[in-house]
């Protein structure tokens, strides 16, 4: 009777008087019996208390989704801000940020013209905080592209894109280029002029890829030009493929930052790691950090959107071009070498040469001996700095002198445009940069590192004195002129 009773008590879920509670075949929780529903879903869904040792802590970054991002302990001297500057944890935040108020923005949009246009002005003025969580979306977004570029910086200049880390430095650079497209395509959502006439100028560079340029060109536009389809198209683009592929390169990035084996730790220049490097658990000593970091970030977001607003233009109008059009601030530095290349040269050549340049750099600089360092020792901060200040003269010449004196259509008159206006002044530049690194080498004894770090410092800041230059300096028909100086754009 004794084994029938206890048979019995298995069953209904009893526990017998002499048997410990019943426990859960794949964990050491006790269940509890059927006639407690409520409890037994308050036990369940409550949140554990926090732990007060190591070990619990530890615990509780390998049981949590959100925090199994970090390992359960990490090198103390990771902790530096100098060294990360939180950045990537700061371009994962506006994901989410772009993500939650893209999907309130998206309730209330109508990707059709001028539907477009008009909800716009409707989610400004009748959808309580319709506006600010507009600015919001729109300051985020570009405040994302200004994060990932410093992010791609900080990396480099602290050698953390060498072995074994390349591969995650290619999705970091991928994700670079999915920040800019996701950007691009949300640029035309307003459906105004700005707008408008900036994916005009922008979509324009396609149509100089060889073979697929045109075909490719009309696929993104929905047509030969800028229209309807095209708003369909880049909302599509905007809300789906995109934002699913930087989902993914994001969760691979973050993998791949625990398989290579955490961040590279920060060191001084001359100072050598010796031993096992100290540990500190996640938890509070990374996550009260990164919590403190993202609320000062998130409030600072929320307190300029409130004072300055999204642009906002007339509606788009295809039969009234501005005077002058510009592509978005992001792109004006290759809008800006359409000036001064061949179209071919300076929309295909040159960001191939560079994306191909981004891709080949881990793989080229391979040397381990100064990882976690900034700009690899001291010497190297001084050639950083030498560089970029030589950079930006020698950029502002070029361009006064491409501007005002040189002329090499009128100098090369029977030569077809693409060599005259195209490969003879790209092999010019090439030949200079070919010269600095020379002198570089033999005049300043640098070896291999220091070069590739020359180099790099010296065709960013380029590419930012291009980018000021379309942004402060192009006005009406893209002449120069002094930003005090400059006329109203027509």
């Not at 040792?53 to 530890?58: L, T």
Request: proline share 8%.
């Amino acid at each position: 009777m004794h084994k029938i009773f206890m048979r019995l008590a298995y069953i209904l879920g009893e526990n017998p008087p002499d048997r410990a509670p019943r426990r859960s075949r794949c964990s050491n929780v006790p269940l509890m019996s059927d006639d407690r529903p409520l409890e037994r879903m308050k036990e369940r869904l409550s949140p554990p208390p926090l732990p007060t040792d190591d070990r619990g802590r530890a615990r509780l970054v390998l049981d949590t989704l959100i925090l199994h991002l970090h390992p359960a302990r990490i090198p103390k001297r990771t902790l530096r801000w100098t060294y990360t500057w939180g950045l990537g944890g700061l371009a994962g935040m506006l994901i989410g940020i772009l993500v939650t108020t893209g999907i309130f923005l998206e309730v209330r949009y109508t990707p059709t013209a001028p539907d477009a246009y008009l909800d716009i002005l409707n989610l400004r003025s009748d959808v309580w905080f319709g506006d600010l969580l507009r600015n919001i979306h729109h300051w985020s977004a570009n405040l994302l592209i200004v994060v990932a570029v410093l992010h791609l910086l900080r990396v480099f200049f602290t050698g953390a894109h060498r072995p074994p880390r390349e591969v995650n430095w290619l999705f970091g650079v991928a994700m670079l280029l999915l920040v800019l497209a996701a950007n691009f395509t949300g640029y035309l959502l307003p459906w105004d002029q700005l707008a408008f006439w900036a994916i005009t100028v922008g979509t324009s560079l396609v149509s100089y890829l060889p073979l697929i340029g045109e075909p490719l060109g009309r696929l993104l536009l929905g047509g030969p030009e800028v229209g309807p389809t095209t708003l369909l198209n880049f909302y599509t683009l905007h809300i789906s493929f995109i934002p699913l592929a930087l989902f993914g390169l994001m969760s691979l990035h973050f993998w791949r930052v625990r398989k290579d084996g955490g961040l590279s730790l920060p060191r001084r220049a001359g100072e050598a790691l010796e031993g096992t490097p100290e540990r500190v658990t996640t938890i509070p000593h990374l996550v009260r950090r990164e919590g403190i970091y993202a609320l000062v970030w998130l409030a600072a977001i929320v307190l300029f959107s409130i004072f300055v607003s999204a642009p906002l233009e007339g509606i788009a109008d295809p039969g009234l071009s501005p005077n002058p059009a510009k592509a978005p601030w992001y792109f004006l530095g290759i809008q800006e070498l359409l000036l001064h290349f061949h179209p071919f040269v300076a929309a295909v050549v040159i960001p191939g040469l560079a994306v191909t340049g981004l891709v080949l750099l881990p793989f080229t600089d391979v040397d381990t001996s100064s990882v976690g360092i900034w700009f690899r020792s001291a010497r190297g901060r001084s050639i950083a700095l030498f560089s970029a200040g030589l950079s930006l003269l020698l950029t502002s010449a070029w361009v006064a002198a491409d501007e005002f004196v040189i002329r090499w259509t009128d100098w090369l008159p029977n030569w077809p445009s693409i060599l005259s206006n195209g490969v003879v002044p790209l092999a010019a530049v090439g030949l200079v940069l070919l010269a600095l690194d020379t002198w570089v080498r033999d005049r300043l004894d640098g070896n291999a590192e220091e070069r590739v770090l020359f180099l790099f410092v010296f065709l960013f800041v380029a590419l930012l004195v291009l980018t000021a230059v379309g942004i402060w300096f192009r006005g009406p028909g893209m002449e120069l002129f002094w930003p005090w100086a400059m006329p109203a754009a027509t």
